[in-house]
Each structure stands twice: as C-alpha cells, then as structure tokens.
C-alpha cells in the first residue's frame, strides 16, 4: 500500500466571495469567476492546494454537517518576510474590515507574529522572523 500523502487543506465557508476576498488580500491568486462557485481551490507554492466549499456544497454530501463552535484548532499561517511585513499586512486586513485577532507583537519564540480570522472566524496567522 502507498503510504496517504498530505495534499490539501479545505474551508467550509459560509460566504464564498467574502472568503476569497480575505484571502486575496493576503496575496493568494485567486480567480475572479471563482466568487460564485461551490467548490474553489489553488494550488499553493510546493503544491499544496487550498479549497474552499460553501456550506450548501458540503451539506449536499454531509447532511448533518455542523459548523463547529467555540474557538478554532487549527489555524492558517502566512509568511510575511519580515516584521514589518507582519505589521503592514495585519494593518491593512484590519483597515479592509477584516477582524484582527491579536495585534502585532515580537513572541518569545523569535518571530513577530500576529493572528486574524477569515470571514468564516478561522484563525489566521501572519509571522515572519524577528
């Protein structure tokens, strides 16, 4: 048997467009047409993929699917080359609307490191090396 390779990582969102919005202003080359689609992925640099499925999508094959409540345990994190890098993109999400979660700071463990959440309250961490 060959062994199961990681391969993506999926989103159940509740607004498509909203979603993509977020992350497109964090740099993802996400296609415009996508706004109305069920099902949206993109291939990530080493070839990782992103996907996204609205709600309406997952509970056409999981009926009893539940968006899960409480705080998230996972969370998506984007490298943003520099300390400066993690302030500027943490200011301009938050001055585009978007909720920031915790705000810019230098953590112990040698990077400046910030946290948001997507439209759909997934957390969203922005760091780079200190």
Request: net charge negative.
């Amino acid at each position: 048997m060959t062994a199961p390779r990681f391969s993506a990582i999926g989103l159940v969102v509740a607004d498509m467009a909203k979603s993509l919005a977020f992350y497109r202003a964090l740099g993802l080359d996400i296609p415009a047409g996508a706004d109305s689609e069920p099902h949206v992925e993109v291939t990530l640099p080493g070839g990782l993929r992103l996907m996204w499925d609205s709600v309406q999508t997952v509970h056409s094959f999981n009926p009893s699917w539940q968006a899960p409540v409480g705080s998230s345990r996972a969370a998506l994190a984007f490298d943003c080359g520099s300390p400066q890098g993690v302030d500027e993109a943490f200011a301009n999400l938050v001055g585009a609307g978007y909720e920031g979660g915790k705000q810019p700071w230098d953590a112990f463990w040698g990077q400046r490191y910030a946290t948001l959440h997507d439209p759909d309250g997934n957390e969203v961490d922005l760091f780079a090396a200190a």
